[in-house]
């Protein structure tokens, strides 16, 4: 008898707490990742003809049990810590792998988030060869896909609701620059940004349409410091040091989304935003390193060659052996380290890097 009731209390233990944690799941904002290789955590495995991958090691040397995962990092990346931030564990899973769960994990899941960044993707749909990467304009249909299985799942209201609370963090932009470049293209620089920052408005209206209103954005960072295009740099130039020509592309594109975040949020009731400056936040580290910790703010940590730059990193290139000193990782992409700095940034930071707001106060009633 007694047993019995143990059993049954258990029992009813058990169906309330899957209750409550349901409708906390139900009720409860959650996180939305699109963008590029820096947030990225794994959506390029499901694309059998990709050519950006990095689910091969010593990728993931510092994640939990030295995994790959398919992040560009040698741990977490800006995604995942920006998630820790908001309380989560990392990242929610990438959309693609949520989409070889059955139906109800499937939809499980959506309520917490999902993560549809793609490396190599940019703003323009020609920013990425084809079949290689999830273009931003396909990652909004995704947000589509869930907010209509949310709706499925919660209903109507509680599915608006949930995403009007969500955040939508969005790290683009830097392969429409590299684009640009490797297209040895002659538009005019602010005819070029131009378009690409009209095209980040379509998208923007897009994701606002469907519901969302909490957007976390980091703009480019000073691209032309990076491993790669230091090699670039010196090529055409003879000279070392960071592609100049190329980081006045990412400033200006920084300036314009600036306006433009800022004219959507005189035009879009409800539209909050906070936009963080990533030319500044790298830059301020290359140039002065030691105030965070760096030894080595212009070689790639994993790879080989000049600068660890002429080889891409892979199991057989050299790995840096205090990979907290590096600011890159490889030839392209920041080390964790960088990321855990930018998202802490991004969160706590001052005007002068996120504003109008930071993360947090765009949190806050999260
Ligand atoms: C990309 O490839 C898909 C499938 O092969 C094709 O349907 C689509 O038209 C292609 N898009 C472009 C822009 O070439
Ligand atoms: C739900 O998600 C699936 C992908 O798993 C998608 O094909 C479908 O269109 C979505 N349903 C709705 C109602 O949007
Ligand atoms: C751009 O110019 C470089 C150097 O002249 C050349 O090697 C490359 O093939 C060109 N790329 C395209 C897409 O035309
Ligand atoms: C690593 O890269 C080198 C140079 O590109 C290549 O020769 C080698 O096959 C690669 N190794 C692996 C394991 O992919
Ligand atoms: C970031 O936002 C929080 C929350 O409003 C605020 O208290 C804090 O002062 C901001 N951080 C900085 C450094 O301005």
């Known amino acids: 008898m007694a047993k019995a009731h143990i059993s049954l209390l258990l029992c009813v233990s058990v169906v309330l707490l899957n209750v409550v944690s349901h409708s906390a799941d139900e009720a409860s ?16 495995q499901y694309l059998p003809e990709t050519i950006f991958r990095a689910d091969f090691p010593p990728y993931g040397i510092d994640f939990p049990h030295s995994r790959p995962t398919g992040r ?22 990438p959309y693609m792998y949520l989409l070889t769960l059955n139906p ?37 249909s995704q947000v589509s896909e869930v907010k209509g299985n949310l709706t499925l799942q919660i209903g109507s209201a509680a599915a608006d609701s949930k995403l ?19 297209a040895n293209s002659t538009m005019q620089k602010n005819k070029f940004i131009a378009i690409v920052i009209s095209t980040y408005s379509d998208h923007i209206m897009k994701l606002y349409k469907l519901g969302a209103r909490k957007f976390g954005i980091i703009s480019v960072p000073p691209v032309g410091c990076c491993p790669s295009q230091r090699l670039v740099q010196k090529a055409l130039y003879g000279a070392d040091g960071c592609f100049e020509l190329q980081n006045d592309f990412a400033l200006t594109f920084h300036s314009a989304l600036d306006t433009l975040l800022s004219h959507l949020s005189t035009q879009l009731p409800g539209f909050k935003y906070s936009l963080g400056n990533g030319y500044k936040m790298s ?14 703010v212009d070689a790639a940590c994993c790879g080989d060659g000049l600068l660890n730059a002429q080889v891409p990193c892979n199991s057989s290139t050299s790995v840096c052996s205090d990979r907290r000193k590096f600011l890159f990782w490889d030839m392209f992409h920041p080390t964790k380290k960088a ?6 940034t991004l969160y706590n930071g001052p005007p002068y890097y996120v504003s109008p707001i930071n993360f947090s106060q765009l949190a806050k009633d999260y």
């Open 164 to 182: 009007s609370r969500s955040m939508f963090f969005i790290s683009v932009g830097s392969n429409d620059i590299f684009g640009y470049f490797k």
């Open 104 to 140: 109800h994990h499937f939809r499980k899941h959506l309520l917490r988030g999902a993560n549809f960044a793609s490396a190599g993707a940019g703003i323009l749909d020609i920013t990425g060869p084809n079949g290689s990467v999830v273009p931003l304009s396909q990652q909004i």
């Open 29 to 44: 904002p959650a996180i939305f990742v699109l963008g590029d290789s820096t947030a990225d955590v794994g959506t390029n």
């Open 283 to 296: 830059i301020d580290v290359i140039n002065n390193p030691r105030a965070s910790g760096f030894e080595n």
């Open 339 to 344: 990321a855990f700095l930018a998202a802490q």
């Open 72 to 93: 560009f990092s040698n741990g977490f990346n800006s995604a995942d810590f920006v998630a820790k931030l908001f309380g989560l564990k990392r990242s929610p899973p």
